[in-house]
């Protein structure tokens, strides 16, 4: 999976697109979740980001025609405060996983056109 990078090795925001919408409306009741997902990395929306440069297990679930669960490595690359979370790049991600991240990107993109 390839994605466009811009000069500081960010995906541009183009690239990513928004998923677990759902978990919106209970953002108060919720510590963390995927928001945004490319074929790099994660958004997670999360009250207390872990430090830059922390490695983590990524385990979450993407629903498409089913429910999907996703396992990755990933490091946290950077923070924001608007909304509030971190950035995480794929380090480790099987070929099941990346087909189905492939897959998620594809479809949201296609409902957004």
């Given amino acids: 999976m390839m994605a466009m990078r811009s000069h500081d090795g ?4 183009a690239a990513r ?14 510590n963390e979740y995927v928001c ?5 990395g994660v958004f997670i929306r999360s009250k207390d980001p872990l430090p830059i440069g922390t490695k983590v297990n990524l385990k979450f679930s993407i629903i498409l025609d089913e429910l999907h669960v996703v396992e990755a490595a990933g490091e946290v690359v950077r ?4 909304p509030l979370g971190m950035g995480v790049a794929f380090r480790a991600v099987g070929p099941e996983a990346q087909k189905i991240i492939g897959r998620a990107v594809k479809e949201r993109r296609a409902r957004k056109q």
């Fill in 10 to 13: 960010h995906v541009p925001r």
């Fill in 36 to 40: 945004d997902i490319s074929s790099t």
């Fill in 79 to 82: 923070h924001s405060h608007k």
């Fill in 17 to 30: 697109v928004r998923i677990n919408e759902e978990f919106a409306p209970v953002d108060a009741f919720i």
